[in-house]
């Protein structure tokens, strides 16, 4: 957060655009180094990565999908999800700015303006409250005055409660799935016989006649309103 205040200062401040292109250049790729913090922090990455997670360890199928699919798969709903907003930022700020018809300080307050729109919907207002409160911020009347540095932790922890909520859900048909396996199991005195070994393949079975991977994608998508 240090990082990216000082980065809004100096872009907000009058002498920005009589920086040599050299000095650009080095802050672009000092802002580069945000890129992965502000991925999990400021987008859809954090609630679709996680739910994956969730889906691949109900299935009880250790590592399979593979990391790597999982992560490639969560990136590229992410820049599904993201569309319009990343759309509203190319067009409101990133061209304008390209092409000098406006200032930095004017792309960088376009550019974070849209991403707070995103953000203020998929965020309850208690976690605003909570970090609001503890940041001392008293005067905020509507959601487009909440601030970046209470936005973001509310934003985070209100994407990581809706991915547990989520995951919650998928676990229950897998649960009752080991549930009968293990009844049955011990009605058959195979009490030696490790349940997941049985009823991994059913769970399977029951993610492929669902079409699993396209309802936890259109659920996924369908989460951000």
Not at 195 to 206: A, D, E, G, W, Y
């Amino acid at each position: 957060m240090d990082s990216a205040q000082t980065i809004q200062r100096i872009v907000e401040s009058e002498g920005f655009q009589t920086l040599s292109p050299q000095v650009k250049v080095a802050l672009f790729l000092g802002g580069m180094a945000l890129i992965s913090a502000a991925l999990v922090t400021m987008t859809a990455f954090t609630r679709i990565v996680i739910v994956l997670s969730f889906v691949r360890r109900a299935l009880s199928t250790q590592e399979i999908p593979p990391t790597q699919v999982i992560l490639g798969l969560s990136l590229f709903l992410t820049l599904f999800v993201m569309g319009p907003t990343l759309t509203s930022i190319e067009g409101d700020a990133v061209h304008p700015y390209l092409e000098g018809t406006i200032d930095g300080q004017t792309a960088w307050l376009r550019g974070s303006s849209a991403l707070h729109e995103f953000m203020i919907r998929q965020t309850r207002k208690a976690d605003i409250a909570l970090f609001a409160g503890m940041a001392n911020v008293k005067q905020i009347t509507t959601p487009a005055e909440t601030p970046m540095h209470v936005l973001i932790p509310a934003y985070v922890i209100s994407e990581l409660k809706t991915a547990f909520i989520m995951g919650f859900c998928l676990y229950i048909p897998f649960i009752l799935i080991d549930l009968v396996v293990s009844v049955i199991l011990m009605s058959l005195g195979m009490m030696m016989m490790p349940p997941m070994v049985i009823s991994t393949p059913f769970k399977i079975l029951l993610f492929i006649l669902v079409d699993g991977w396209q309802l936890i994608a259109r659920v996924l998508s369908m989460s951000f309103h």
